[in-house]
């Protein structure tokens, strides 16, 4: 099992920035990714970043060149981290931490955080 708690979200005004903090606990730390989603009310789950074991990110591309994503490893916990700069309206939605365990391929999601961004 893989515990992950998301933080960080909140308002920020269009042009600001936010980093969100997922913290990943439990019987395995060794995923195959981890990444951030997001839901924006009325649309269905999106995919926004990600980076592998190896360090390597991908983005999708409404948040390419503004969003960074990051991870860190410390004892017992891993932590991933999304910068988001020069924020817009269209990026207010529930983020969600997402990581993939290797071998059985399952998916943990935390519980979101919310991120709206107003004009």
């Known amino acids: 099992q893989v515990q992950l708690v998301e933080s960080g979200g909140g308002f920020v005004q269009a042009g600001g920035s936010l980093r969100l903090s997922c913290s990943a606990s439990?019987?395995?730390?060794?995923?195959?990714?981890m990444g951030w989603y997001r839901q924006a009310p009325g649309k269905e789950r999106e995919w926004v970043a990600d980076?592998?074991?190896?360090?390597?990110?991908?983005?999708s591309d409404s948040v390419k060149g503004r969003f960074t994503v990051s991870r860190d490893n410390a004892e017992n916990t891993v932590y991933l981290y999304l910068q988001m700069n020069t924020l817009k309206r269209e990026d207010t939605a529930v983020y969600y931490c997402?990581?993939?365990?290797?071998?059985?391929?399952?998916?943990?999601w935390g519980q979101g955080t919310q991120v709206t961004v107003f004009a």
């Open positions: 980076i592998d074991r190896q360090g390597r990110t991908t983005y």
């Open positions: 439990g019987s395995t730390l060794s995923f195959i990714a």
């Open positions: 997402n990581v993939v365990t290797p071998g059985d391929y399952e998916n943990y």
